[in-house]
């Protein structure tokens, strides 16, 4: 929820609250505009990211949020493209559902947010917020998990792959957002 008063996002984080299980049917995202497919995009890729990298990864995360970032990062320029047409096999909802399979493992607690959200503050949408930042988080975090890195980023389709992953994403975010 928005507070207007404190440009605020407050949360009601309740275990009980989440889904046991999500209903992905693809055919509800055909014709979403494209800022709203190209800001899901970003914030499920900064999603999978930080599961992949993250200190609580366990076997599972990490097959989850590597196929999540795998099927996002090679479909959705197509996706940008033409959003009228599904991907085959249903890849929008492998796609959701891993990402939040992934997350979902490494959240079981509610975890203290640092400060104000900056996409709350200048009501800007998640995704663009979180996208703003990613690059300089992994190039930030590079010397952490450098194997783990290199392998996120050899998969990063053969065009828009370069020398590191921060590089790669930028470049990925940037033909994103000239589609």
């Known amino acids: 929820m928005l507070s207007d008063e404190g440009h605020r996002k407050n949360e009601l984080l309740r275990r009980r609250s989440w889904p ?15 800022g709203v497919t190209r800001n899901t995009a970003v914030d499920a890729i900064t999603h999978s990211v ?7 990864r366990n076997p599972y995360s990490d ?18 493209k033409d ?15 891993h990402g939040r399979l992934c997350l979902f493992e490494l959240t079981d607690r509610p975890r203290p947010r640092p400060g104000p959200r900056p996409g709350s503050h200048f009501r800007v949408p998640h995704g663009m917020s979180v996208g703003l930042y990613l690059p300089s ?5 590079s010397q952490a ?13 053969d065009g828009i792959r370069k020398g590191t992953l921060d590089l790669s994403l930028q470049a990925l975010f ?3 957002g000239s589609r």
């Open 20 to 34: 046991t299980m999500p209903s992905l049917t693809p055919s509800l995202v055909l014709g979403l505009p494209k």
């Open 50 to 56: 930080e599961a992949y990298a993250s200190a609580w």
């Open 63 to 80: 097959a989850m949020a590597e196929k999540a970032f795998e099927l996002i990062v090679n479909s959705i320029l197509r996706v940008l």
């Open 83 to 97: 959003r009228q047409t599904l991907l085959p096999g249903g890849e929008r909802a492998h796609r959701c559902l």
């Open 137 to 141: 988080v992994v190039r930030f975090n």
């Open 145 to 157: 998990v450098p194997e783990r890195y290199r392998r996120l980023n050899s998969l990063v389709p």
């Open 174 to 176: 940037s033909e994103m």
